[in-house]
């Protein structure tokens, strides 16, 4: 497995990757988007990157996420995350105008 130095490490670049992204991990996790479970497992699957250091590349050239007019549309495409960064944008955006008060 893993050690908590890798981890960490991995779990700060998945939050970067996800404030590019316009996705509140927070959010999610407050709306039962995304459970502690989830967010370990998607932690475990970056750590389990083949290329971190593309990925730092990747997020070096874009903007920071305070300094964006709009979030980055998707993740690059070898992210092991990029399925749940898609769903996750996709329900925080449904949950924001949702009618019937889902969540």
Known sequence: M???RTLN???ALM???AETLGVDLTEAMAKGR????GWREAVVRCAGCDDPS???HWLSEQPAP???A???DEAPH???NKLMMARLREELGLAETDAGGRV
């Open 9 to 11: 490490r991995h779990a």
């Open 78 to 80: 070898y992210c092991n």
């Open 66 to 68: 305070e300094d964006q």
């Open 70 to 72: 709009g979030a980055v």
């Open 54 to 56: 593309a990925c730092l």
């Open 2 to 4: 893993f050690g908590a």
């Open 15 to 17: 939050n970067r990757m």
């Open 34 to 37: 995304l459970s502690s479970e």
